[in-house]
Each structure stands twice: as structure tokens, then as C-alpha cells.
């Protein structure tokens, strides 16, 4: 039940954007075993005032062309199947659409299932003990 939401500076053609939102599902398939077609993604596009970054934080060097990708999904993921995710992610991006990977940065958010609803008002995969 992931939610990524994909940072980026403004500018880049809609082909690059959808470039991004493919890796990005496509790793999480890869290496996280989401179901099909539990896609849900945003890219976002900010000016250059509105887009903030460390350059060298970490001594990782890194540019303008920076893609902050949040992950957002229920607990239950081993911290291998995230470092395998993080790695296919950035492989993916690198070949296509050519992101470096020092300008990609990856964070994950874990919120237990009564905490999401994906229509209906209902929470369609928390079942509560009562």
C-alpha cells in the first residue's frame, strides 16, 4: 500500500517525469513484492526558492537536478528489502531517465493500517481484534 511522492525542480519534460514514477514502482514491485497495480504517486515541481537541498551533506555531491522521493507504506518490511529498494530505485533512475545517483534521496514512512483508506471511507486492510 504505497503512497510515493517524487520532489523535484521544476522543468523537466512530462516523459522524465513518468520515467521517475516507473522506476520507482517498478524497484518496489522488484524488491518490496507490492501488489500489482497498487500504484499511487505524485511528482511534484518546485522553483528554485522553493526547493531546498544540503549540497554536500553526507560528503555525497549533490545538484540542481536533486529527486527526493517519499515512500510511504504500512511497517512490515525488512530493512534488507529496503536497502535492496533504495539500490534498485537509483539503478533504475540512472538508466532511465539518467538521474545520478548522488541526486537521489529516498526516505520511507511507516504508518500501521488503520491509518489509511483507499476509498469508501473504509480502512480495507487493517481488521481490528474485536
Given amino acids: ?10 522543468g523537466k519534460p512530462a516523459a522524465y517525469k513518468q520515467a521517475l514514477m516507473d522506476a520507482v514502482y517498478e524497484a518496489m514491485r522488484e524488491t518490496v513484492h507490492i501488489q500489482e497495480g497498487d500504484r499511487f504517486q505524485t511528482v511534484t515541481e518546485h522553483d528554485a526558492g522553493e526547493f531546498g537541498y ?56 511507516e504508518a500501521p493500517a488503520e491509518n489509511w483508506s483507499f476509498g469508501n471511507g473504509e480502512t480495507q486492510f487493517y481488521h481490528s481484534a474485536g
Avoid: C
Avoid at 545538484?63 to 536497502?83: C, H, N, R, Y
Fill in 1 to 10: 500500500m504505497p503512497v510515493s511522492r517524487i520532489a523535484i525542480r521544476r
Fill in 54 to 109: 544540503g549540497a554536500d551533506f553526507l560528503g555525497i555531491h549533490r545538484t540542481g537536478d536533486l529527486v527526493q522521493i517519499q515512500i510511504f507504506w504500512s511497517p512490515g518490511k525488512s530493512a534488507e528489502m529496503k536497502q535492496a529498494m533504495y539500490r534498485a530505485i537509483v539503478a533504475r533512475l540512472e538508466k532511465n531517465p539518467g538521474v545520478r545517483p548522488q541526486d537521489v534521496m529516498i526516505s520511507v514512512f
